[in-house]
């Protein structure tokens, strides 16, 4: 572990907060997410199979087999009852956490990106990339939990198409959201947009540019007041999603692929680093494949744990603040259980200094 002291804050990761890895996938990993007792994890990769676990042991509870492609979202119902996959193989998977078996699958006409659970677990919906003649798409799904899964309609109850722009370029949506009281739909798209959209009638809401590159991954505080949306320019944001004002801006030095919002402080944690395409060639102390721990309201870094030996693509926070979990393109999920001195850590308000703060490292063996 690494950690950086600065002036203001001095405090380590003691040796004996050691990551739980967890090796269950044979590819990239591309989501890790906690259920909302945060007593679970779900995990997914470019291997097609997707896997829960105990998320105080890291013990494997089962797989959940049956997608040809890959797995780029998924999500868990509020009381961890069903569970959807969405692939690159065009399906959504609907499935049962209890016994890992397949319900239900709807198809698309594109590879599925992204998939979320509407409040109340009797719908979702998903985004799907452009394909032949079919254009980028926001399908909405009725899956009440009293039905016959049988009687589950094939087509959705609603879609939305996602034109080309004015400029004949195709955008593609990267992550899905439904806002409280499933007032609305938040998508996020590759050239850097957030969109809002009416999932009833399909009407364009809102729009605005967060980021000058693409969006890769959005994360929600529990309550969904605030979110955090990751960026390949390098930058983290914030926002206050009543009038989606722009809070904070979280700056590095390499690609940030997922960031979140610790629930119990006030603390953000970024993972990405350099592209995956040049890993092969660089060292892990190169590529900066670290989380790294910034102060959410005064945008400072103040610590980072290393351990991947690849760019990080997931990062979730359980909700009781005690653990987090990365997943990365070298195929683990390292399970971080935050010891006393952390939990109890206080964050004292910085001193203004003139000129640049000296910062060190200190290495943990």
């Given at each position: ?276 395409m040049s890993v092969t060639t660089t060292a892990g102390k190169v590529g900066k ?77």
């Open positions: 572990l690494l950690f950086t002291a600065s002036k203001d804050r001095k405090y380590l990761f003691p040796k004996n907060m050691r990551p739980i890895l967890l090796n269950g996938h044979e590819r990239a990993l591309t989501v890790v997410k906690y259920n909302r007792d945060g007593d679970l994890l779900f995990t997914a990769s470019k291997d097609h199979i997707p896997s829960m676990w105990y998320a105080s042991t890291g013990e494997r509870i089962g797989t959940f087999n049956g997608h040809k492609g890959t797995i780029w979202d998924l999500d868990v119902d509020r009381f961890s009852t069903r569970f959807l996959t969405a692939s690159a193989d065009t399906n959504v998977f609907l499935w049962d956490c209890q016994s890992g078996e397949k319900i239900r699958e709807f198809s698309h006409y594109g590879p599925v990106r992204g998939v979320a659970w509407a409040e109340g677990g009797e719908m979702f919906a998903s985004i799907s990339d452009p394909f032949v003649d079919h254009n980028a798409q926001i399908s909405i799904y009725d899956i009440p939990s009293g039905a016959d899964p049988e009687d589950y309609r094939d087509t959705p109850r609603l879609e939305i198409d996602l034109p080309k722009n004015e400029d004949g370029k195709q955008v593609k949506p990267t992550n899905i959201v439904w806002l409280n009281l499933n007032e609305a739909l938040f998508v996020t798209f590759d050239n850097g947009e957030i969109r809002l959209y009416n999932p009833e009638t399909g009407e364009k809401l809102e729009e605005f540019f967060a980021h000058e590159k693409k969006i890769n991954r959005v994360s929600f505080n529990l309550d969904k007041t605030l979110f955090i949306t990751s960026s390949s320019d390098f930058t983290a944001k914030l926002y206050d999603v009543l009038d989606l004002k722009h809070l904070k801006t979280y700056k590095t030095d390499r690609p940030v692929n997922a960031a979140v919002i610790s629930e119990t402080k006030e603390h953000i944690l970024l993972g990405g680093g350099q592209e995956a494949f670290e989380t790294r721990f910034f102060h959410l309201c005064y945008e400072e870094e103040f610590g980072s744990v290393k351990g991947h030996f690849g760019p990080i693509n997931a990062l979730a926070i359980n909700p009781n603040g005690r653990n987090y979990a990365s997943g990365a393109e070298d195929g683990y999920v390292r399970l971080h259980h935050f010891d006393k001195s952390y939990l109890d850590m206080k964050d004292p308000v910085p001193a203004e200094e003139v000129g640049e703060e000296k910062t060190q490292e200190i290495g943990i063996e």
